[in-house]
């Protein structure tokens, strides 16, 4: 038997509004250079591109996003960046880009990666995928890696393992899954940390296109119909059918569709610096900082400022005696606002809403 | 006797750094829309040009300033932007401005005028001017105007005068000036508020031209010869000469040179709504606000945002649960900092400078 190929998918259809006003409806979180100087989805690519050939790396996302990923990643061969034809969660999403790979391969092994997460210490993360695609390759189960919680975050989905069954791949520990877990409650929150065999969900997958494809008929049957479909849509390169079956697939996350109640599932420690850099407070951890904690983009000038995060690229900021803001400068908008309040970004979205000024959502 | 006539002489060679980033040490607060959205120079000069014809109309700054003023006050004669030869202090201005007027016609009323404060009630502002036009004119006393302290300001000189001889003219009441006050300490500043014979200094003066020759004559003799000398040089148009008598004259404030020794000097009450707009607080009482008492410049969009200043014409400024902020917004330059320090401005430059930054002060 061949050794099976290594896919990448980069999921690159959301949408959010948590580093308003630097991003925006059309230019979404994944299109920016939040965590870095390149956008997130560059650095994505990037990444992997080191271990994945171009030809095997496709991106999904909406059309007007796709054309976006095509200025961005002139690299990409133009059929590689897979359109949905609407958008719906991430289970129609990899539907359709597991079928795509399974056509050319049903034994190669996809990995699913969000376009817009940032991960530290790619050498580890490289070392790591590839015992992740000996494992989707050796076995029959759906590969993920989960990531030890630093604290008790609510804003996450939780992975419980078991210690016992452990699988070793080039020389990296899989852990059989016990359960998926929803975001919890704080109080549960830290129940998980404390019991020590929870980890976060980081949202990366690895699995033969041909287990994902035995894994949907046996776990999540009521899907199968729409892979079977989508598969013969694609045979035919019919757009048409590929739309319609598309959206009629139920909107919903992989995570609850299938990850949840998938058996045999194994998790890998995904020790290599994983953030999803959620919110403007978290890139204060990744932006250069000075003596005072002042993360910053653009040049800082200080007088007790301090823990404040400012992005004002090839401009001059100056603090004077404030701390724990945000201060975010664009084109059209200056946003200055509390670190711990971040989470209420998107208020200020519905005000504009309401006001007309939807040119500046 | 022909009633004499009225010249203003507008103070336009200031420079300070309490509203920077938006003032810069070429661009100082009269050439900016600091308290309407006019200059502060435009809103002296229109304010006195309802009664002082354009030809009475004189400034004095230095030569770069000169430049700006004959931008923005087109209208007017060029020949009355009076170019000081260096920057000094106010007393050898002001014996080059009367001295100018005193040649064009020794009995002619000067007003003096800061290029760089408000008045919000101009008619009564105009009413108390020709009373006190007419109060120099009618007596040998330098007139002034006094304003009503509204707290125990330490920024400001006080003029302490007696409610024993009051002079009315055109129905205005002209008290007679016991003494002038440097800035006082908090104690005293709270003393002098109580006391209620106590007004600001506005830095607003009247005089006869030929008053002004005599009082420096008896009260400040040292000047004397170089106000002799300075007509001389005019009537000869030496501008070697009058640079070298300019550059000679000591730099005082003519509140120590001559102000504080002259006898006889009247104040009326300055209660017109004058401000020196010091710094960027003071603004706050000027622009528009909203509900919660954020005063702004250009869109504000508020979560719990209050008591903020913001400047940033024509673009969008989102503020979310910041309180007490200023927030200045320029082409190169972002300021957030907080109200209660806004004197500190000056410490930023002091880094700026040591830094190098020098294109930004």
Same mark, same amino acid.
């Given at each position: 038997m061949k050794k099976s190929d290594l896919y990448a998918v980069i999921m690159a259809g959301g949408s959010g509004t948590r580093f308003w006003p630097l991003s925006r409806r059309r230019r979404p979180k994944q299109f920016l250079?939040?965590?870095?100087?390149?956008?997130m989805i560059e650095e994505t690519f990037c990444r992997i591109s080191h271990q994945i050939p171009l030809r095997r790396i496709f991106t999904i996302a909406n059309a007007s996003q796709s054309k976006m990923i095509r200025r961005l990643l002139?690299?990409?061969?133009?059929?590689?960046?897979i359109v949905e034809p609407c958008a719906r969660d991430t289970t129609p999403s990899l539907i359709l880009a597991t079928a795509h790979v399974y056509l050319k391969d049903p034994e190669a092994v996809v990995g699913v990666f969000a376009s817009d997460h940032l991960i530290v210490n790619v050498p580890i993360f490289l070392k790591k995928l590839q015992a992740a695609a000996e494992a989707a390759r050796r076995t029959e189960s759906l590969v993920t890696f989960g990531v030890r919680p630093t604290f008790p975050s609510t804003g996450y989905g939780y992975i419980h393992y078991s210690r016992d069954g452990i699988l070793k791949f080039a020389g990296e520990k899989f852990f059989p899954v016990e359960s998926f877990r929803e975001k919890p409650s704080l109080t549960t929150a830290k129940e998980f940390v404390k019991a020590g065999d929870f980890v976060w969900n980081s949202g990366m997958f690895l699995w033969r296109a041909s287990v994902f494809a035995r894994a949907i008929e046996r776990f999540a049957p009521d899907y199968h119909p729409y892979w079977e479909r989508m598969l013969k849509a694609l045979k035919k390169k019919d757009r048409t059918m590929l739309s319609k079956i598309f959206e009629d697939?139920?909107?919903?996350?992989i995570d609850y569709a299938l990850m949840e109640k998938a058996e045999h599932t194994l998790v890998c420690a995904g020790?290599?610096? *994983? +953030?999803? =850099?959620?919110? *403007? +407070?978290? =890139?204060g951890d990744f932006w250069p900082r000075d003596e005072n904690g002042n993360a910053r983009r653009g040049m800082v000038i200080s007088?007790?400022?301090?823990?404040n995060i400012v992005y004002n690229p090839g401009k001059t900021t100056a603090l004077l005696g404030v701390e724990g803001l945000i201060i975010v400068q664009t084109k059209d908008v200056l946003l200055v606002g509390r670190r711990d309040r971040d989470q209420e970004v998107k208020k200020i979205l519905e005000m504009l809403a309401k006001t007309g000024k939807t040119e500046l959502i």
């Open positions: 250079p939040i965590a870095t100087e390149r956008t002139p690299q990409l061969p133009k059929a590689n960046a697939i139920p909107a919903l996350s020790d290599f610096g *994983w +953030s999803d =850099v959620g919110s *403007w +407070s978290a =890139v007088i007790d400022g301090r823990e």
